[in-house]
């Protein structure tokens, strides 16, 4: 129904329908690119010599005395400018006189006149005389009415002219019909310079090549695993980091691949999703500067993702602040993946509302990272019910490490029922920490085999954790080859544990020594005293205790110092027992008692007969008798019979 008074917004949509018709033309006229779409331009050769109104002028003469040349050529002129009146007589007269161009031309000015069929019926007559436009601009009507045989035939006919636009349409065809044909004629359109075609034949080569070359990614939630100290969640916010278009085939520094080489072609034709594509691959070769360039390009034309991309590479480059305004300017375009990295960015400066806004722009735009970085910022603020909310919504969606971190917050409240199911899908889904964590999750229930399942399938995707406890399991059960395999994989991780538990595995290999020989050249460091040496520098203290001892055993008694020392200080009672020795040969008795005394009131039965001994000898034997009754409470065997004997030797004395 039509109110009336409403005449201005008729008007209005009047005016809009003639320019949508009007720029629908344009947009057939330009589809043509190289050859001026479906314009043929064939009679017309000197119209990039000479002055557009002296081509005219010249053109319009020749044409009134009958040239058929120049009736066709200024038909195209006017044409293009979009004179369709002035045109028509001009194509019309040229194509009655048999001019091939003009009849193509006068299809594509009845085709913006509206008149489809008449157009058809014109570029058959040109297509047929052999005009590649023609049978272009023919396949296309025939595709546009659902005629795919007609199509394919007239596109073939263009393609097979060597016309660029008839082989990318016949490729758009054929790709549409999953045939294998079709990379031949994007091949042949982008070696043409069709800038679409080389784009869609670098995507085609790069799927080929990366489709069976993806692996799952080690990120996420952790829970504390008993024995391996504890593994806190890591509140990194899901932000995308690097090219947002996703990584190319190849390995850093190799070879350019064809696909690049296809991508540099469009890029380098203006073509903004190209030129993203060859940033990510220029980003992942480390060729930053490059990568950036092309950022650039493609982001000033208006590609988010390119924008997003240029920010994460500004931000890595330590250019904060420039990093913001190209993410900003792809969050306003609808990038969830920049709107993630302002509210990281801003969450980081503890600017928390501003960064729980850009989190929630980043869902509106169908980022469910969005969701999953919301749960850990309200995480973070100890909101649980907000946090397990959003955690929630982006682990129905399909987030795998919103899924895992739910499970944990499910299994810290204390329902184990409600986490598994939850860790389950996570795992599935290619979770390493979830996978790591249903190890956990089963052996607290004393199910070490189904534990080690899982434990092993997060090893194989390397996480450091699990190798560690697959390694301890092969020790465990006899299988030393395992467990060093295991072992490595964890040391090379990071894991102190690994490193002394794999030195000790070396170290146990080890041929005796033998006795010290005076004069002897100093032992040059083994394997397993460098693994000693890394757990021991992560602050493990039996390593410590550990590289003290072998450092004493070359001679080395500055450096068995400074690790016994640091040992103790972190509360080893071997490393005060070993210092203590250590001083005492030195003849610092009086040091050397204080790191005994600190080491048997920790729990330490031989520093406690040290000390015993070292009273017996000063004559305080109530003291002596202390520290040998504590000596007999805490062991081992031999040492408390030793200190039961100086006991009742003590006791005679002082009674006698």
């Given amino acids: 129904m039509v109110f009336m008074g409403d005449r201005a917004t008729l008007l209005e949509t009047g005016r809009f329908v003639q320019r949508h018709a009007r720029n629908a033309a344009d947009e057939i006229i330009e589809a043509a690119g190289a050859v001026d779409a479906a314009v043929d331009t064939t009679a017309e050769t000197d119209a990039d010599t000479e002055n557009e109104t002296e081509t005219e002028a010249r053109h319009r003469r020749a ?23 002035g045109a028509e007589p001009y194509l019309r007269g040229a194509t009655a006189e048999g001019d091939r161009a003009a009849a193509n031309n006068l299809g594509v000015l009845l085709h913006q006149r509206g008149y489809a069929e008449e157009a058809a019926g014109w570029w058959r007559v040109a297509a047929v005389a052999g005009s590649a436009p023609a049978a272009h601009a023919l396949g296309r009507h025939h595709r546009e009415r659902g005629d795919e045989p007609a199509a394919e035939y007239w596109l073939r006919q ?104 296809w991508f540099r072609q469009a890029a380098a034709r203006g073509h903004r999703r190209a030129a993203l594509h060859l940033g990510a691959i220029l980003e992942h070769r480390g060729e930053l500067k490059e990568a950036g360039r092309w950022y650039l390009s493609s982001a000033k034309e208006g590609e988010a993702k390119a924008a997003c991309a240029l920010g994460f590479l500004l931000r890595d480059a330590g250019d904060e602040e420039s990093a913001a305004v190209w993410w900003l300017r792809a969050a306003q375009d609808g990038d969830g993946n920049a709107a993630n990295a302002l509210g990281a960015l801003h969450a980081a400066r503890g600017e928390q509302q501003t960064a729980e806004r850009w989190y929630r722009a980043a869902m509106d735009a169908g980022d469910v990272n969005g969701a999953y970085n919301l749960g850990l910022l309200c995480a973070a603020q100890d909101r649980i019910p907000q946090a397990e909310q959003w955690y929630r919504r982006a682990a129905y969606a399909g987030h795998r490490e919103a899924a ?42 004393d199910d070490d ?40 994989c964890a040391a090379g991780g990071g894991s102190a544990e690994a490193a002394f538990r794999l030195a000790s595995v070396l170290d146990a290999r080890r041929p005796d020594p033998g006795p010290a020989v005076l004069g002897a050249p100093r032992e040059e460091k083994t ?95 109530t003291e002596g008798r202390h520290w040998c009754a504590r000596a007999v409470e805490l062991g081992p065997a031999e040492v408390a019979e030793r200190a039961a004997r100086l006991s009742e030797a003590l006791h005679q004395e002082l009674t006698a």
């Fill in 158 to 261: 263009a393609a097979e002219q060597g016309h660029a636009l008839g082989a990318y349409a016949l490729a758009d065809l054929l790709e549409h019909r999953s045939d294998v044909g079709a990379e031949r004629w994007l091949r042949a359109a982008a070696e043409q310079g069709h800038r679409e075609a080389a784009y869609r034949l670098a995507v085609a080569l790069e799927r080929r090549a990366t489709e069976t070359t993806r692996g799952p990614h080690d990120t996420g939630t952790r829970l504390p695993v008993p024995g391996a100290g504890a593994v806190l969640p890591t509140g990194a916010p899901a932000t995308g980091a690097g090219a947002a278009a996703g990584r190319a085939a190849g390995e850093p520094g190799g070879e350019p691949t064809e696909a690049e080489q």
């Fill in 404 to 445: 895992n971190a739910l499970a944990v917050l499910l299994l810290q409240a204390g329902d184990a029922n409600g986490a598994e199911p939850w860790f389950s899908k996570a795992a599935e889904a290619g979770s390493v920490d979830a996978a790591f964590n249903l190890g956990i999750l089963h052996a607290g229930r």
């Fill in 449 to 488: 085999r189904t534990a080690l399942v899982w434990y092993e399938r997060a090893a194989a995707a390397g996480h450091t954790e699990a190798a560690l406890q697959v390694g301890i399991a092969a020790l465990r059960d006899g299988d030393e080859r395992t467990a060093e395999r295991h072992l490595r």
């Fill in 527 to 621: 394997e397993c005293e460098e693994w000693y040496e890394r757990a021991a520098q992560q602050g493990h203290r039996r390593a410590q205790v550990r590289v003290g001892m072998l450092a004493a055993g070359r001679g080395d008694l500055a450096e068995a110092d400074r690790w016994y020392r640091e040992a103790a200080e972190a509360g080893s009672r071997n490393g005060a027992f070993n210092l203590g020795l250590l001083l005492a040969r030195e003849g610092s008795e009086r040091e050397a008692a204080l790191w005994w005394t600190r080491a048997a009131r920790a729990g330490h039965g031989r520093a406690a007969l040290r000390l015993a001994l070292l009273a017996a000898r000063r004559g305080e034997l």
């Fill in 63 to 85: 044409a009134e005395r009958g040239d058929l040349a120049s009736m066709s050529a200024l038909g195209a002129l006017l044409l293009r400018r979009g004179d369709l009146d």
